[in-house]
């Protein structure tokens, strides 16, 4: 069964820094793109970049350049989205998402991000 | 790369059909069957309901379907059921190898 686990909600502060994570299994982690998705209070889905765990290829949403890193270690199967310096606009659900092609056919529970003074 | 747009909401009564359209330009929807379409229900992660424009992933009722003319894709809710109340996201790859969601619609059944 393949499935997508995050990493649990977090609580930090604007300038802090954070990483969370994206375990996939039941599938070759490696062969496939991870993609992350910033979902903020009330809003839509937005797209903000894919990573394929092999070579680890990266691809941004040009509003997401700069402002997030996206890498992989495909040794343990997991994928990671980090911040340098947390803003209170980046308060958001984070989803990771498995895609196979051109769509996302497995997505993983979700991550709180939560920033506030 | 600006949003797929969609109608911000889309109602109907239990057994009708309703549309979702969700327009972009011919660098993204236009340009390649890559269309995707998910469901989301609140507090929960989205799910995929069509692919690569009109196919159903294993499990999905086949009240949902979907189709593009030009620039504009759509989804298809036939029969419509008090669970399809839910918002739904178009997604399409774009020419600069990257993804785009729709700005997402709320439907809703009378």
């Known amino acids: 069964e393949v499935q997508l686990v995050q990493s649990g909600a977090e609580v930090k502060k604007p300038g802090e820094s954070l990483k969370i994570s994206c375990k996939g299994s039941g599938y070759s982690f490696a062969n496939y793109w991870i993609g992350w998705v910033r979902q903020m209070p009330g809003k839509g889905l937005e797209w903000m970049g894919i990573?394929?765990?092999?070579?680890?290829?990266?691809r941004y949403s040009p509003s997401f350049q700069g402002q997030v890193t996206i890498s992989a270690d495909k040794s343990i199967s997991t994928a990671y989205l980090q911040w340098s310096s947390l803003k209170a606009s980046d308060t958001a659900m984070y989803y990771c998402?498995?895609?196979?092609?051109?769509?996302?056919?497995?997505w993983g529970q979700g991550t709180l991000v939560t920033v506030s003074s | 790369q600006s949003a797929l747009t969609q109608p911000a909401s889309v109602s109907g009564s239990p057994g009708q059909s309703i549309t979702i359209s969700c327009t972009g330009t011919s660098s993204d929807v236009g340009g390649y069957n890559y269309v995707s379409w998910y469901q989301q229900y609140p507090g929960k992660a989205p799910k995929l309901m069509i692919y690569?424009?009109?196919n159903r992933p294993s499990g999905v009722s086949n009240r949902f379907s979907g189709s593009k003319s030009g620039n504009t894709a759509s989804l298809t809710i036939s029969g419509l059921q008090a669970e399809d109340e839910a918002d739904y996201y178009c997604?399409?790859?774009?020419?600069?190898?990257?993804?785009?969601f729709g700005t997402g619609t709320k439907v809703t059944v009378l």
């Open positions: 998402a498995k895609y196979s092609g051109t769509y996302s056919d497995y």
């Open positions: 997604s399409s790859y774009t020419s600069s190898s990257r993804y785009v």
């Open positions: 690569e424009v009109s």
């Open positions: 990573i394929y765990p092999g070579d680890s290829d990266t």
